[in-house]
């Protein structure tokens, strides 16, 4: 894969992500704006929306430069996804955009990069991946809203930093590997 760096990564939080283009950033926002009103429901930036594939953590210079070296051998095909469904995960409290039918590419790409953080000595949770994208934090209750499925083609993996703010976690697109269909 062809890396693009933003700049030079330091120690912190990383994860893996792909990120939805601007129209579906602009149907998320819609789907967002119909969520219960709730003085204690934190909706996401539309800056934040993303799809976290894998969690890798709090990493050192070493884990960050071996996590580079052994992801230029990823291969990755085009994934298009479709978010069809809005949920409410109970434990984390959490609103989210998920899919019923993610595709096998998807899973692959996750498993690769499961395996890639491992060759870097990086411990990951190994729990089976659930795509999702999150929209809101301290959700309360379920509720039943009917959407219309947000598509998208897959353009780039990205690694993102996440940072604790006073408002919140903010996330950071460090480096980008285009997706390409060659």
């Not at 967002?32 to 953590?57: I, V, Y």
Request: net charge neutral.
């Amino acid at each position: 894969m062809n890396l693009q760096q933003n700049i030079e990564l330091t120690p912190g939080r990383y994860f893996f992500a792909l990120s939805p283009d601007l129209n579906s950033r602009m149907q998320i926002q819609h789907i967002m704006k119909r969520l219960p009103e709730d003085q204690s429901l934190k909706l996401q930036t539309t800056a934040n929306l993303h799809q976290t594939l894998l969690f890798l953590g709090q990493l050192n210079q070493q884990q960050i430069n071996a996590l580079l070296t052994n992801t230029e051998s990823l291969s990755c095909p085009l994934i298009h996804m479709q978010f069809d469904h809005l949920s409410y995960w109970a434990e984390p409290k959490i609103y989210c955009l998920t899919s019923r039918a993610p595709g096998a590419e998807l899973f692959n790409l996750v498993n690769n990069l499961q395996q890639i953080a491992s060759d870097a000595q990086i411990d990951v949770d190994l729990r089976p991946y659930q795509p999702h994208i999150t929209l809101a934090r301290k959700a309360r209750e379920a509720v039943s809203i009917p959407i219309a499925p947000v598509r998208f083609r897959v353009q780039e993996l990205v690694l993102m930093k996440s940072v604790s703010t006073d408002q919140g976690p903010q996330y950071f697109p460090m480096m980008h590997w285009p997706i390409t269909d060659n």
